[in-house]
T-cell receptor
């Protein structure tokens, strides 16, 4: 496989459930990102990891918990979500965060519906 | 802090017609500018980027964009659209030396009329 792969593609969960989104990149990149894409709103950056260390957390509620066990894998653990958390969650990677010479490579997203 | 505005939420053009999607940015220094495309059910894909140099930038799929500092604009153009160009287009602006500082616009949805 190449590129950025996200699983599952679709997820429906109740507000009391616990689930996780997974992202895997095969590009040899050192930085990984979680974005939230809601209808009619700009992409919202949630978390940034560089070499497995979290370098940015944009005031995201604690019901979203990221995990980056290595530079190829990124998880987003979900618990006690609210209906307004329903959105497309996009994972991206880049060579690194320090230089803006490259681009963001996005996965296809995980469509989350919270009932 | 930087910001980016895409004034058009939805545009419809006929197949074979020319296209221009508008993007205006706000940033105090020289911006890093991007256009991404998102096809239905897909992630975002980079079309082109501007960092410095020639203000007319060529991208993939026949797209180009022109950086106009005086107008704070980075409009995307294509001389003749194809039905496969129907998608959502996002303009983005980045701050120097930080990939984590990219700010995206709200997007413009492009529909193609047969």
């Amino acid at each position: 496989e190449t590129g950025v792969t996200q699983t599952p593609r679709h997820l429906v969960m109740g507000m009391t459930n616990k689930k996780s989104l997974k992202c895997e990149q095969h590009l040899g990149h050192n930085a990984m990102y979680w974005y939230k894409q809601s209808a009619k709103k700009p992409l919202e950056l949630m978390f940034v990891y560089s070499l497995e260390e979290r370098v940015e957390n944009n005031s995201v509620p604690s019901r979203f918990s990221p995990e980056c066990p290595n530079s190829s894998h990124l998880f987003l653990h979900l618990h006690t979500l609210q209906p307004e958390d329903s959105a497309l969650y996009l994972c991206a990677s880049s060579l690194d965060t320090g230089t803006l010479t490259g681009e963001l490579f996005f996965g296809e997203g995980s469509r989350l519906t919270v009932l | 802090a930087q910001s980016v505005t895409q004034p058009d939420i939805h545009i419809t053009v006929s197949e074979g017609a020319s296209l221009e999607l508008r993007c205006n940015y706000s940033y105090g220094a020289t911006p890093y500018l991007f256009w991404y495309v998102q096809s239905p059910g897909q992630g975002l894909q980079l079309l082109l980027k501007y960092f410095s140099g020639d203000t007319l930038v060529q991208g993939i799929k026949g797209f180009e964009a022109e950086f106009k500092r005086s107008q704070s604009s980075f409009n995307l153009r294509k001389p003749s659209v194809h039905w496969s160009d129907a998608a959502e287009y996002f303009c983005a602006v980045g701050a120097e030396s930080s990939a984590s500082k990219i700010i995206f616009g709200s997007g413009t949805r492009l529909s193609i009329r047969p």
